[in-house]
């Protein structure tokens, strides 16, 4: 089945700092891979998103690039403000495999400190 | 544009009770809504998929007599909570696909919290 692994938080890191949150996938089919973000209090938002290898989605700053061959969709920002944080999590979109629905990451608490 | 809400925010109710939630889609038709189960700094579970006016398609190990869902239509699904239990406390959160976007996008409501005493 799929399956969407990210890093644990929650990640602490100083305003302008460099970000990266790690995330794999196991699919069966060809997903189309996501990054949601959820701020307090909010419903989860789409951040970014793409649909075949080798696209790279940005939004905001943040960056995410499929990797097939790694099946990975890592998340960066390269200098992170207080606002961006929130609950980060990653997803994947896989219908040809059977599974409309979006199957989730465990999301990662992402602290900024000024 | 693409805003879902959620009703209610929160509820609390008795052992044994129903409790109905209500997903809306407030500025476009949803031709498919999903409902998914939050634990407590766990991930999203998708519990099921409802398309207007038919069925509902449940995930494996969600009891459909216990989590009705009905998508009645392009704009309402409702979740019925039925015969609730204190292991059915959780955090419940629907998100809609409209119907003229591109196949992948889902926009999500808040979410209710439901806490079963």
């Known amino acids: 089945g799929n399956s969407v692994t990210q890093m644990e938080g929650p990640v602490t890191l100083s305003e302008e700092a460099f970000l990266t949150i790690n995330c794999t996938y196991t699919a069966t089919g060809y997903p189309s891979l996501f990054w949601y973000v959820q701020y307090p209090g909010e419903g989860l938002q789409l951040l970014l998103k793409?649909?075949?290898?080798?696209d790279k989605g940005s939004n905001k700053g943040f960056e995410a690039t499929y990797r097939k061959e790694t099946t990975s969709f890592h998340l960066e920002k390269g200098s992170v403000q207080v606002s961006d944080s929130a609950v980060y999590f990653c997803?994947?979109?896989?219908?040809?495999?059977?599974?409309?629905?979006?199957?989730f990451g465990k999301g990662t608490h992402l602290i900024i400190q000024p | 544009g693409a805003v879902v809400s959620q009703h209610p925010s929160w509820v609390i109710c008795k052992s044994g009770t129903s409790v109905k939630i209500e997903c809306r889609s407030l500025d476009f038709q949803a031709t498919t809504m999903f409902w998914y189960r939050q634990f407590p700094k766990q991930s999203l579970m998708l519990m099921a998929t409802s398309n207007e006016g038919s069925k509902a398609t449940y995930e494996q190990g969600v009891e459909k007599d216990k989590f009705l869902i009905n998508h009645a239509s392009l704009t309402l699904s409702t979740l019925t909570v039925t015969s609730a239990h204190p292991e059915d406390s959780s955090f419940y959160i629907c998100?809609?696909?409209?119907?003229?976007?591109?196949?992948?996008?889902?926009?999500f409501g808040p979410g209710t919290r439901l806490t079963v005493t």
């Open positions: 998100s809609a696909r409209e119907r003229t976007s591109g196949r992948y996008e889902q926009y």
């Open positions: 997803a994947l979109s896989d219908p040809r495999g059977g599974a409309d629905g979006l199957t």
């Open positions: 793409a649909t075949k290898a080798d």
